[in-house]
């Protein structure tokens, strides 16, 4: 299945793309398994995704945990924590 | 209830008219209103720049008003955060709840920043002397939003205005 990406904030600078398109392997189907699938990029891909507990995500515009699920079609967002106000 | 998200200035005056003009139900309007300071962490700020994630973030701030909606007696309320390039003293967010009694109108005003603060999806980052750095998301900010699920009746005293 093929999802979309968005990156903000300082994770954006940090990893130099703000979006992207990515088709995934089956077995990937819950934010965490995401997240693991682009830490094994390496480089900053790797600084920024592993055991990152500070690393914030969204799915289809709605916070979400370790263990939301990803559909096809999802728009996933990764992002520190927000700062607004 | 209005929410908006824009990069240009908010007339404090006439968004508090339009939360109580033509009720006369009205008793009590509460208002919370963040501006830019020139210091931060010690260092001192001459802009600001928000950014955040369009779409989920009129989600989201509509998700919260709900929420006090349905906690509160209230009748109507208002958010609207700037976003882009800011300057000290320039304002940030606008947070406005009309109801009956004082209470309600406090609660739900605060209630609304706490949550406002931990779930919209909005970045700060900082023009300094030392360049530019993005702002680190407060442990106080997390606390503060944890004691709403502590004190689900914290507006319950009936008071009157």
Redesign the interface.
């Known amino acids: 299945m093929t999802i979309q990406i968005?990156y903000?904030?300082?994770l954006r600078e940090k990893l130099g793309c703000n979006v992207e398109s990515l088709s995934l392997p089956a077995q990937v189907t819950t934010v965490q398994a995401l997240r693991e699938l682009l830490a094994a990029r390496g480089g900053v891909w790797q600084e920024a995704f592993v055991d990152s507990a500070?690393l914030r995500a969204?799915v289809d515009?709605?916070?979400a945990q370790a263990q939301t699920p990803i559909h096809a079609g999802s728009e996933v967002?990764f992002?520190?924590?927000?700062?607004?106000? | 209830m209005k929410i908006a998200v824009q990069a240009h200035d908010f007339d404090t005056a006439a968004e508090i008219a339009a939360l109580h003009k033509n009720n006369a139900q009205v008793g009590a309007v509460a208002i919370f209103i963040g501006t830019v300071r020139d210091m931060n962490e010690g260092t001192g700020v001459a802009r600001m720049t928000l950014e955040h994630y369009p779409g989920m973030t009129e989600k989201a701030l509509t998700a919260i008003a709900e929420q006090a909606g349905q906690r509160w007696s209230i009748f109507d309320c208002t958010i609207i955060h700037r976003v882009g390039a800011l300057a000290p003293t320039e304002q940030i967010v606008f947070v406005g709840v009309a109801s009956a009694h004082r209470a309600e109108a406090f609660a739900a005003c605060e209630f609304m920043m706490d949550y406002l603060k931990t779930q919209a999806p909005f970045w700060k980052k900082e023009d300094t002397p030392l360049g530019a750095r993005w702002v680190d998301a407060r442990s106080v900010d997390d606390a503060a939003v944890a004691r709403w699920a502590a004190a689900p009746t914290a507006a319950s005293t009936k008071c009157s205005t």
């Open positions: 968005l903000f904030a300082s500070r969204a515009q709605t916070m967002a992002f520190p924590p927000v700062t607004g106000g």
